[in-house]
């Protein structure tokens, strides 16, 4: 019997490499790591939603540094860095079958990762703007950084972050696209995936159908993220069997 046949299911079939085991667990703890985030980030925007003025940021951040970061997506920049081994494990798991739509899935959603934190400048940069302006003697300091706030401001909803987004919903459609073929998912993961890709498609810069949008896509983000860590650590594990035998 070779090493594979001792491990039940499709995972029999064009077994991944045992040693890519150390990723899938690196990956599947990022996504339990998300799992906790994704809730926290929505509860905060409900009830303290964020302020729609830059002196209002200014305010905020002398208040509580932590809720300014968080309301200037600090929880979903996160998100965003720790995604990237989820999509390098599913390049490795699904370019097996398709390897161009599983690379090209795997440079958007790179090229969106690079987008998001590229817009995300103003998230610590607030801290020492609004440290500035309430330490100005003058009016026109006053008035210079409340400029360089706005322009700030202008960057975080710009279309960096617009581009990224959509990009973002592109890479899980594909991704979902060949998963579906894949037999070793269980179709409720690229079926959640595929809706979160589609609600993607509508920024929540795009007025209040955005944000509503926005808010709601979290919900199929969540579950999406619960079933793949369930996936992740379960062939984690065969991988970790196939590896000892």
Do not use: H
Request: proline fraction near 4%; hydrophobic fraction near 55%; charge should be neutral.
């Amino acid at each position: 019997m070779n090493k594979t046949s001792s491990i039940s299911g499709s995972f029999t079939e064009n077994a991944i490499d045992p040693r890519w085991k150390t990723l899938f667990y690196i990956a599947a703890f990022a996504a339990v790591y998300m799992i906790i985030l994704i809730p926290i980030q929505g509860i905060v925007f409900i009830f303290s939603p964020p302020p729609s003025t830059v002196l209002g940021f200014f305010k905020l951040f002398q208040e509580s540094i932590l809720l300014g970061l968080i309301n200037l997506d600090l929880l979903l920049t996160i998100d965003y860095v720790l995604v990237v081994f989820i999509y390098f494990v599913l390049f490795i798991v699904l370019s097996r079958k398709e390897k161009s739509l599983s690379l090209i899935a795997t440079i958007l959603g790179c090229l969106s990762i690079t987008l998001y934190i590229v817009s995300r400048e103003a998230t610590f940069s607030m801290i020492a703007l609004s440290n500035e302006y309430f330490s100005a003697t003058t009016e026109m300091e006053q008035a210079a950084t409340l400029a360089a706030g706005k322009t700030l401001l202008a960057v975080y909803n710009g279309s960096s972050f617009d581009i990224s987004y959509v990009l973002g919903g592109f890479t899980m459609v594909l991704f979902s696209i060949v998963m579906l073929k894949d037999e070793l998912f269980e179709k409720s993961i690229p079926s959640t995936g595929l809706i979160m890709g589609v609600l993607m498609f509508v920024p929540p810069t795009s007025g209040e159908i955005g944000v509503w949008i926005s808010m709601v896509s979290l919900v199929p983000s969540l579950i999406w993220m619960i079933l793949m860590s369930r996936w992740l650590f379960r062939t984690a594990r065969r991988l970790t069997q196939l590896q000892l035998n």
